[in-house]
């Protein structure tokens, strides 16, 4: 992917990078850390993307110091 970005990149070719079969997603940053222009993305690694463990213990817990404050 970062080869393909960089030629059109060197010769300014006016073209759009899309990268496809993503799988995973380290591949959506990879493809992003690459300089790709569009990625289609399953939409099960999607909501993979916008879940994380931390995210949820933070949500919470502020959630729960509002209740308090709110009172």
Avoid: E
Wanted: glycine share 2%.
């Amino acid at each position: 992917m970062k080869d393909v970005v960089d030629v059109y990149n060197q010769y300014k070719l006016p073209t759009q990078v899309i990268v496809a079969s993503i799988r995973h997603p380290l591949h959506c940053l990879a493809a992003a850390k690459a300089g790709a222009h569009i990625v289609t993305i399953p939409y099960s690694v999607l909501l993979q993307m916008v879940n994380h463990p931390l995210t949820d213990i933070g949500i919470s817990r502020f959630l729960s110091d509002w209740k308090c404050v709110s009172q």
